[in-house]
């Protein structure tokens, strides 16, 4: 057109902008033709591969930046972004054969290199150690000798049994009160320890989901939603655990509490369990408003409800980082968080052991790493 007819020419507006993308249209198109020259390309093809790359970028990028905020760095290196991809379910599953240069590794500390329970592998040693030396020294001795060691055990016995018989009872019963106070039972393993402002004991576990309702424990926290089901990995494993009576008791508070709000928890009993108490408590989703904040907020609500019910002894899940979506790193900061706030306000409580249930290694490495940042003394 010409400049006497009176329009005005037409700008040229990019494939990009139509779409309201800030990725290159154009130029997703050009790779697809050169990369898939045998197939017809649609028009709206190059768009939707721009859209989902963009997406992941910005994505990607939102978690790189809080990784490098919570190392107190201002600018995201590699290490930032391999972290950010890790400690997302959906970017690592997605990512999953991708090397990122300059990323480094993940922090992982296996398990079996970890400090287990004192005095377990000497105990081992002695049991298999005595028999053969045992043997031996029945072989060495002469028939004499045995018999004057009879006639002494026997005048010995007589005199010492009773004696014998009650310290034998008070070791067995300050065994089981120690084990029980040390470790929630059989299949928990104690990875590290810190100790509250107010002396109760923050233990950092290593067990299987399959034995979360075996735990020797006072209180079990239960992660779930509004309605208190138990779909969840932790929910399944205790109601496998308690049967019928477990499920009978969910039920009825169900019906007599009614749905759950956000940040909320219930007290119920826990029939069929080791355990006397189960706390259900609605965590947030991650994403929501406010959603660090009512987690925070749903921890302190379960540990005020087991000071209510002066309970001694308490097991946490790894909460919120599964069906909630929160990233394991930051689920970690936040419950730590208000565990070591809520005892560093309160004047007194009747808790005095806290056991951190873990489930996978990733898990593990993340809580220990947390735990030595907390300046409890």
Known sequence: ???????????????????????PVGRMMRYLRKSTFKYRIGMGAPVYLAAVIEYLAAEILELAGNAARDNKKSRITPRHILLAVANDEELNQLLRGVTIACGGVLPRIHPELLAKKRGARSKVETILSTPSEKKAKKAKQSPVKKAAKKATVKKATKSKSPRKGKRTESKKE?????TSDDVPGEGFTILSTKSL???QKLSLTQSEVSKIGSAKVECIINPTNAEIDLKEDVGNALEKAGGKEFLDGVK??????GPLDVAGAVLGQAPGL???????CNIPQW????CEEQLEKTVMNCLTLADEKKLKSIAFP??????????????AQLILKAISNYFDNATSSSL???FFVLFDSESIGIYVQEMAKLDIK
Do not use: Q, T, Y
């Open 252 to 257: 009825e508070l169900r019906k007599s509490n």
């Open 287 to 290: 994403g929501v408003d406010k």
């Open 174 to 178: 300050g065994a089981s009160s120690s």
């Open 318 to 331: 790894s909460i919120a980082s599964s069906r909630n979506c929160f990233p394991k790193h930051i689920a």
């Open 197 to 199: 402002l107010l002396g």
């Open 274 to 280: 080791p355990a006397k108490f189960i706390i259900h």
């Open 1 to 23: 057109m010409s400049a006497r007819s009176g329009k005005k020419k037409m700008s040229k507006v990019s494939r990009s902008s139509r779409a309201g993308i800030i990725f």
């Open 352 to 354: 005095k052991n806290i």
